[in-house]
């Protein structure tokens, strides 16, 4: 693992609020625009999953996989970013999209969620396939960061990455189901709402133009799908029937990743901000559940999936420099780490 630390974000001038961080790639940053090609990967199940590639296509250009978060897509501004930044290193990348998150609801009544961590293994057993020479590494925000970790925690040595980084993760789904009901986070939690509702109400309207009456009924099993204001009510009444949980609790207790991370053996970073407004401070692992691969970056701002820097008229992104710088080192094999010295920058 990488022995440099990083330097201390400094965020924009203007731009300290964490909620001005977290909106800002949203709401006001300006589109990067990729010339990327689309793959589709048919899974086991009969559902499907779809890539975006970027970047070099040597056969063993080191090569990215980029996973976005909740009711995100490979146009998330983050990932176009850093799609971007890894080309200018000469690395090639490939944006996953999540069942159903591509623009084209997915076919089975399953959707992804926070511990989908066997879909993203079915993809990485596929990149391996298909650019078998190629370094492969993998990037998680948010949920698909959570995805990532419980898969390294899960696989441990045989995780087929050479390197992992994790950013703005809610390690503990209960807490953060907790959270963002709170103050302004609530404004985040009507947003994720309509969305997600949005999402299952897509996948009906296929399923009714397609004739496919099984899926019809699995999803009309579910009931009503109004008066669902928390992440409790919807993880609990939507989440956790379509994806084999018991419950909210089941959920949440089976897919938070902060119960993998001793297990992970690959070089990882963890990115954090302690001003989340999706995350309680509380929520963070502490340094002794971390494996010895595994370097905390714990930042005091940045928001969530924000770390904006620079000014508001030239802002400048750090997670587009300090993720490729990263895994640049651990690609080069910088000395690791003892894990008495894990980074708290």
């Excluded at 609530?186 to 949005?198: A, I, L, N, P, T």
């Amino acid at each position: 693992m990488p022995s440099s630390c990083a330097t201390s974000f400094k965020p924009a001038t203007g731009l300290g609020n964490p909620h001005l961080q977290t909106l800002w790639g949203p709401l006001w940053r300006k589109t990067v625009h990729l010339e990327r090609k689309r793959e589709r990967m048919w899974l086991d199940d009969g559902d499907f999953l779809d890539m975006d590639w970027h970047g070099p296509h040597e056969a063993n250009a080191p090569l990215v996989l980029v996973l976005h978060g909740l009711t995100g897509s490979s146009n998330s501004p983050y990932v176009a970013g850093l799609q971007q930044a890894m080309a200018k290193q000469g690395w090639a990348s490939v944006a996953l999209n999540w069942r159903g998150c591509s623009g084209e609801p997915n076919l089975l009544p399953r959707s992804y969620h926070s511990g989908a961590s066997e879909d993203l293994a079915a993809v990485i057993a596929h990149l391996r396939a298909v650019r078998p020479l190629a370094p492969l590494y993998a990037v998680g925000y948010s949920l698909g960061g959570n995805i990532l970790l419980k898969h390294l925690g899960e696989s441990g040595l045989n995780s087929h990455l050479q390197g992992a980084v994790a950013v703005s993760v809610p390690f503990r789904l209960d807490e953060c189901a907790d959270r963002i009901g709170q103050g302004f986070s609530r404004v985040y939690q009507r947003h994720f709402m309509r969305e997600m509702v949005g999402y299952i109400k897509d996948k009906q309207r296929r399923f009714q133009h397609e004739g496919l009456s099984d899926g019809l009924a699995e999803l009309a099993a579910l009931g009503s799908l109004e008066n669902m204001r928390t992440f409790w009510d919807f993880d609990g009444r939507v989440t956790a029937p379509l994806n084999g949980f018991a419950d909210a609790h089941d959920y949440y207790r089976r897919a938070s990743s902060r119960y993998f991370l001793g297990e992970i053996r690959t070089p990882t970073l963890l990115i954090q901000s302690l001003d989340d407004p999706f995350v309680f401070p509380h929520s963070l692992p502490e340094l002794s559940e971390l494996s010895a691969s595994t370097e905390l970056d714990l930042q005091t701002r940045g928001g969530h999936v924000g770390f904006v820097d620079g000014s508001i008229r030239h802002p400048t992104y750090y997670l587009e420099r300090r993720i490729p710088a990263w895994l640049l080192d651990v690609h080069r094999g910088a000395e690791p780490n003892q894990h008495a010295a894990h980074a708290k920058c």
